[in-house]
């Protein structure tokens, strides 16, 4: 089974702070990489995803950096704001080789006033 | 918006009893999936279905079946509950081929299994 190892497991950052979440994959076929977001009682929902062809994507104050030589990838939170308390995953897939979404572990990151 | 609805929020169930978990979606989408939630473990794959009538194991399919005899409704059926199937489990949509991996997930089922 294809692996994404995530870290941390769980993360403490105070408000306005940058919150970093890593993530690194094996399989060099995959060529998508979502982010999804968990609140309580909710499903995750993508949050915002990269494709190798770019080594950074940003929507307001979540980023996606990617490194495809060393097959890591890592969700950068800035201004980080209580509302952003949340479980987040990490993902990985490939379109063309037929994977499905294989995810990490999973961070609870929890922003303190 | 994408609607993934899933029937029970919560159930307890008792060792071997048939279990089913119901979806339902709301957009048309032609993929749908199952993943079950447990800590430290993340999400991993029961079964998915592309097509009415159609599925293929995930990574996990031991224990577990599926139906889906309509393109809006993709169900989990667990045929003797177990402890160890104890979880939360998620159902996910997706849109065609192009798009199957932008999922959409419902709030989940946390089952127990007494």
């Known amino acids: 089974q294809q692996q994404v190892k995530q870290s941390p497991q769980s993360l403490i950052v105070q408000k306005g702070g940058i919150s970093i979440i890593n993530c690194a994959y094996e399989n060099t076929a995959f060529d998508y990489f979502p982010w999804y977001q968990q609140f309580p009682g909710k499903g995750p929902a993508l949050l915002i995803a990269i494709r190798p062809d770019v080594s950074e994507k940003k929507e307001g104050r979540f980023t996606i950096s990617f490194n495809k030589s060393a097959k890591q990838f890592s969700l950068h939170i800035m201004d980080s704001q209580p509302g952003d308390s949340a479980t987040y995953f990490c993902?990985?897939?490939?379109?063309?080789?037929?994977?499905?979404?294989?995810f990490g572990t999973g961070t609870r990151l929890t922003i303190i006033p | 918006d994408v609607k993934v609805t899933q029937s029970s929020r919560y159930l307890v169930k008792r060792t071997g009893e048939k279990v089913f978990l119901e979806c339902v979606q709301d957009?048309?989408?032609?993929?749908m999936f199952w993943y079950r939630q447990d800590p430290g473990l993340g999400l991993r794959l029961i079964y998915f279905?592309?097509?009415?009538?159609?599925?293929e194991k995930g990574d996990i399919p031991e224990g577990y079946s599926v139906s889906r005899e309509k393109k809006e409704r993709f169900s989990l059926i667990l045929e003797s509950a177990s402890t160890n199937q104890t979880s939360m489990y998620l159902c996910?949509?997706?849109?065609?081929?192009?798009?199957?991996?932008?999922?959409?997930f419902g709030a989940g089922t946390r089952l127990s299994v007494l």
């Open positions: 279905s592309y097509d009415v009538k159609m599925k």
């Open positions: 957009m048309d989408h032609e993929n």
């Open positions: 993902a990985a897939s490939s379109d063309f080789g037929n994977e499905k979404l294989t």
């Open positions: 996910a949509s997706s849109r065609g081929l192009a798009e199957i991996n932008i999922q959409y």
